[in-house]
């Protein structure tokens, strides 16, 4: 970077996107950090001078349209995508429909508005960065959670077909997948609140990832030099070799 660089993190209220948000403002970058939940922003703002808070839901297409008219004389140069979430673990044949309809909103079509909103002035400035953070269910389907495992596929696909349209523009796209991170929230809104059930997930292992490696991740990809770009990178903990296979023991 040559002078300090705006990004734009949605999602940054708690998890992957706070980590991310303070990962990039410690490096140099004024972060724009967006979500609904203001309390929360505010809260993170005040740990560095480079945060500024910013609400936004990116489901709401006249929230994202006010964020890009209060950034409008801000140099926008990296995008990042934090903002998803899983709603469920059911079969799809015991499935809700209004789940699906709900999860892609968020995780696909909530990115979609983001691309479409911010890679306009990305061009006009040009260079640019966009990161989606999908998840390795976005590579490899797994049982009772079919309405997450297709958005994040969705996602994956967004990645993929947007690197080949900017192709030819000075404008990278990297897809993150992390694979089992435990955070303090994702589980526990998946089973609705049943936090037993969620701390089974990471029953035994010994070292989930945490929101801070997924962020070390991210910032690693966007400060690369600007001729390098990561497609797409897969993060796991040791102990998780497979979608399917988890080592429950000490290690």
Known sequence: MTSRECAIVTGASSGIGAATVRALADNGYDVIACARR??????????????????????????VDQLVSDLADRKVSVLINCAGGAFDAASVLDSDPAVWSRTYELNVVGTVRMVKAFTPAMQKHGHGHIVIISS?????????????????????????????????????????????????????????????????????????????DVAEAIRWSVMLPSHFNVDSLTIRPLAQAAQHKVYRQPL
Do not use: C, W
């Not at 929360?40 to 005040?46: E, G, M, V």
């Open 136 to 212: 390795t269910a976005g590579h490899v389907a797994y049982e009772n959670g079919g309405s997450y495992v297709a958005a994040k596929h969705a996602e994956t696909s967004l990645a993929r077909t947007l690197r080949l349209e900017l192709n030819g523009l000075p404008i990278r796209v990297t897809e993150i997948a992390p694979g089992m991170v435990k955070t303090d929230e994702f589980a526990v809104q998946r089973f609705d609140g049943d936090t037993q059930r969620a701390a089974k997930v990471y029953e035994g292992v010994t070292r989930p990832l945490v929101a801070e």
């Open 38 to 63: 203001m309390d929360r922003l505010d809260a993170l703002a005040a740990e560095n001078n480079a945060i500024t808070a910013h609400h936004l839901d990116i489901t709401d297409q006249k929230s």
